[in-house]
T-cell receptor, first 114, second 110 residues
Framework: DTEVTQTPKHLVMGMTNKKSLKCEQH?????MYWYKQKAKKPPELMFV???????INESVPSRFSPECPNSSLLNLHLHALQPEDSALYLC?????????????FGAGTRLSVL | KNQVEQSPQSLIILEGKNCTLQ??????????LRWYKQDTGRGPVSLTI?????NTKSNGRYTATLDADTKQSSLHITASQLSDSASYIC?????????FGAGTTVTVRA
């Protein structure tokens, strides 16, 4: 099973809402990632978790708050987002965090902020 | 600065024809290079991964080449099918971080 599952597939929220994106993998991977992808652009790394601890935060605004409850789950809590935050949010996982590790991506959550 | 440049930005081909996508990079030190296929609205799926010592790798109708001396890679699609319509992303790793290219959008027409 090389599947990374993301929910929901689509999300529409207002700028005052609080919502969460969820990501799950059962491959025993110890590294998990959040990426943001705008249309026709490559994914941009947001956060990296290694062994359930946040190891990289790519200067992401505090309105995005990641959480790793256990080794299989990764959440991204959203609050007071801006319309420019509308994008495809991708979760990925890999065995480790080194560049030699293949990242497996989920199908993404399409987020629209009104 | 680590950079990955892909060309062309987009291309249209007829079903059954072949095409080649290019990737040039300046990532250093080099660890590996991957090609991902991304269908619209979906996450990227790994096609091939090559390390420094590998200069060609195939996955079905997809064949990737790597010239580590010139820092160039190509992805060749043979006998294209409608399902090959997607964005193809070149990703280069330097052991710590992935650098993504902007992708080439391939449209296969019947």
């Amino acid at each position: 099973d090389t599947e990374v599952t993301q929910t929901p597939k689509h999300l529409v929220m207002g700028m005052t809402n609080k919502k969460s994106l969820k990501c799950e993998q059962h491959m025993g991977h110890r590294a998990m990632y959040w990426y943001k992808q705008k249309a026709k652009k490559p994914p941009e790394l947001m956060f990296v978790y290694s062994y359930e601890k946040l190891s990289i935060n790519e200067s992401v605004p505090s309105r995005f708050s990641p959480e790793c409850p256990n080794s299989s789950l990764l959440n991204l809590h959203l609050h007071a987002l801006q319309p420019e935050d509308s994008a495809l949010y991708l979760c990925a996982s890999s065995q480790g965090t080194g560049g030699k590790n293949i990242q497996y991506f989920g199908a993404g959550t399409r987020l629209s902020v009104l | 600065k680590n950079q990955v440049e892909q060309s062309p930005q987009s291309l249209i081909i007829l079903e059954g024809k072949n095409c080649t996508l290019q990737c040039n990079y300046t990532v250093s030190p080099f660890s590996n290079l991957r090609w991902y296929k991304q269908d619209t609205g979906r996450g990227p799926v790994s096609l091939t991964i090559m390390t420094f010592s590998e200069n060609t790798k195939s996955n079905g109708r997809y064949t990737a080449t790597l010239d580590a001396d010139t820092k160039q890679s190509s992805l060749h699609i043979t006998a294209s099918q409608l399902s090959d319509s997607a964005s193809y992303i070149c990703v280069v790793s330097n052991d710590y971080k992935l650098s993504f290219g902007a992708g080439t959008t391939v449209t296969v027409r019947a």
